[in-house]
């Protein structure tokens, strides 16, 4: 079984020639067959020099997708899964957050089971801090409650599956990715098994409390449309109370200027809903592509 390593690298020039010995040091004598897939996703650092410097050198097949900007790391995965030629294929940062010996787990997991599709680890504790833990913790409690598709709490990217779980990604074309909800979409028997992410090795993280927003607010639309009939509960709401306090208020004249805020907040507030929905149906109708490629390095060519 050829097994694609896809890792997705944003500045990450201090851990490419590590994590690819990390790989190379863990697979010894447990897996004998497979490549390595990095995807530059518009790196500013010396990313580009150093996957060059590893195609050239490396003796593992290594290839280099190289983006012509950052498009981030639901595109680079998508590349990756596109690029990559094995039976089945590894997401992992590029970070040396997910150690490779969990990868030899994965893999080993598959070989013994063969109607298990998809492994996949999951953060037991999670190793950030307690705001990111209560953010995260809420945010899949509410995807949870109004998606359909389940959402494994502190279950990663980090995941090795066969190629009919590659295949079935890739036929969707969506162009706002959420790869939690994907993988989650597109079914197939998941086993998940437990990992503790280690320190990043070098370099920083990519996500500010503000992108982490903006992604977990495309993950809810993407994968539920409940938030679109919500005005029609509220309102709802708002009219029966509207009733109720101009029975109760009969010829009493009493201030209206909160009531009338209120309303108008909830109107508002419904017309932003309807707002970020139109948005992504504006953006998915322009069916740019989801990234394009500079270059292309391969030491098998
Ligand atoms: N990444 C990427 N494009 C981006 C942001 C991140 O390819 O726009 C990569 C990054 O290089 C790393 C992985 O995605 O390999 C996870 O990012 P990071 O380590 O910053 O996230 P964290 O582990 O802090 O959640
Ligand atoms: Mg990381």
Redesign the pocket.
């Known amino acids: 079984m050829k097994v694609s390593l896809i890792?997705?690298?944003?500045?990450?020039e201090g851990?490419v020639l590590p994590l690819y010995e990390a790989v190379r040091d863990a697979f010894e004598g447990a897996v004998p067959d497979y490549e390595f897939v990095f995807?530059n996703?518009?790196?500013t650092d010396g990313t580009a020099a150093a996957l060059a410097e590893l195609v050239r050198t490396a003796e593992c097949p290594v290839k280099a997708v190289r983006f012509s900007r950052?498009?981030?790391?639901e595109?680079?995965?998508l590349a990756g899964l596109s690029e990559a030629s094995g039976d089945c294929f590894t997401i992992?940062?590029?970070?040396l957050?997910q150690i490779p010996s969990v990868v030899v787990e994965m893999i080993r997991y598959l070989e013994e089971h063969p109607d298990c599709d998809c492994v996949t680890a999951f953060q037991e504790a999670r190793n950030e801090s307690p705001v990111m833990v209560f953010f995260k913790d809420h945010f899949y409690k509410i995807i949870n409650r109004v998606s359909d598709t389940e959402f494994v709490n502190g279950a990663s990217?980090f995941r090795t599956f066969r190629k009919n779980v590659r295949d079935a990604v890739l036929q969707l074309p969506e162009t706002n990715r959420f790869s939690k909800g994907i993988f989650s979409w597109v079914g197939f028997s998941t086993h998940y098994i437990p990992y503790t992410?280690e320190e990043?090795l070098s370099?920083?993280?990519?996500?500010s409390f503000g992108k982490l927003w903006a992604y977990a607010l495309s993950g809810i639309i993407s994968f539920t449309t409940v938030p679109l009939r919500l005005p029609l509960f509220l309102g709802a709401g708002t009219l029966a109370a509207a009733c109720g306090a101009a029975v109760l208020q009969r010829g009493e004249k009493r201030k209206t200027l909160p009531a009338v805020l209120a309303v108008g907040s909830l109107q508002l507030f419904g017309i932003g809903v309807l707002g970020e929905y139109i948005a992504r149906v504006y953006q998915e109708t322009k069916q740019r592509p989801v990234y394009l490629i500079k270059e292309i390095l391969d030491n098998q060519k």
């Open positions: 890792i997705p690298c944003y500045n990450e851990n995807v996703d518009g790196s950052n498009y981030g790391k595109s680079a995965i992992m940062d590029g970070d957050q990217d992410a990043r370099g920083t993280t990519k996500w």
